[in-house]
């Protein structure tokens, strides 16, 4: 008597199943080449001088806040010309975001989240637009352009006067309203 062709055909597949799945276990217990190839042979590592050009984060305290400085007035011009077309004439009219107003309305069931309202630290208002704006032109403005608009929305948001000059040693010691609105992290894995 023989056996079914369907038998068979099972028998052969469990085997070339077994010796495959043999093979593919022997493949990753081999050890590693001597010099592997690393990457994926395009571009270069970077220069220091390419490294500092992305070294630019500013922390809470104000380090990393570059020499220069902004006022009030100088912030309403660079504003008008590079920041209004998308939050407004006054950061009010939008379409993009909302930067002034909402003091107050955080524990509201409407919150309005904006730099008066919510950021806890000035300096980080610098990083982020130093960094990231305006959106069509990112690290485009100067460093004096930067703490310029800073000043200017500080001010629209009653945080600085006028007569305001932002410099990095102003700009550090600027109090927001929100800087004790967060609560830290209370799980033990996470670093204070």
Same mark, same amino acid.
């Given at each position: 008597?023989?056996? *079914?062709?369907?038998?068979?055909?099972?028998?052969?597949?469990?085997?070339?199943?077994?010796?495959?799945?043999?093979?593919?276990?022997?493949?990753?217990? &081999?050890?590693?080449?001597?010099?592997?190839?690393?990457?994926?042979?395009?571009?270069?590592?970077?220069?220091?001088?390419?490294?500092?050009?992305?070294?630019?984060?500013?922390?809470?305290? $104000?380090?990393?806040?570059?020499? $220069?400085?902004?006022?009030?007035?100088?912030?309403?011009?660079?504003?008008? $010309?590079?920041?209004?077309?998308?939050?407004?004439? &006054?950061?009010?009219?939008?379409?993009?975001?909302?930067?002034?107003? $909402?003091?107050?309305?955080?524990?509201?069931?409407?919150?309005?989240?904006?730099?008066? *309202?919510?950021?806890?630290?000035?300096?980080?208002?610098?990083?982020?637009?130093?960094?990231?704006?305006?959106?069509?032109?990112?690290?485009?403005?100067?460093?004096?352009?930067?703490?310029?608009?800073?000043?200017?929305?500080?001010?629209?948001?009653?945080?600085?006067?006028?007569?305001?000059?932002?410099?990095?040693?102003?700009?550090?010691?600027?109090?927001?309203?929100?800087?004790?609105?967060?609560?830290?992290?209370?799980?033990?894995?996470?670093?204070?």
């Amino acid at each position: 008597r023989g056996t *079914s062709p369907m038998f068979r055909f099972n028998v052969v597949a469990a085997v070339l199943v077994i010796t495959l799945g043999m093979g593919w276990q022997k493949g990753l217990a &081999t050890a590693p080449e001597a010099h592997p190839i690393m990457g994926y042979g395009f571009g270069h590592a970077p220069s220091d001088r390419e490294l500092q050009g992305w070294d630019i984060d500013v922390r809470p305290t $104000g380090a990393g806040l570059p020499a $220069g400085q902004g006022t009030v007035s100088q912030g309403a011009t660079v504003f008008a $010309g590079k920041c209004a077309s998308c939050h407004g004439a &006054t950061g009010r009219e939008g379409p993009m975001d909302r930067l002034v107003g $909402g003091q107050g309305t955080l524990a509201s069931r409407q919150p309005v989240k904006t730099i008066g *309202s919510y950021w806890p630290y000035a300096t980080t208002l610098y990083d982020y637009i130093r960094r990231a704006m305006p959106f069509n032109a990112p690290q485009s403005l100067t460093n004096d352009e930067v703490y310029a608009v800073v000043a200017w929305l500080l001010y629209q948001n009653d945080i600085i006067s006028t007569e305001a000059v932002l410099d990095a040693e102003t700009l550090s010691a600027v109090h927001m309203p929100n800087r004790n609105g967060f609560m830290p992290d209370p799980r033990p894995d996470v670093s204070r």
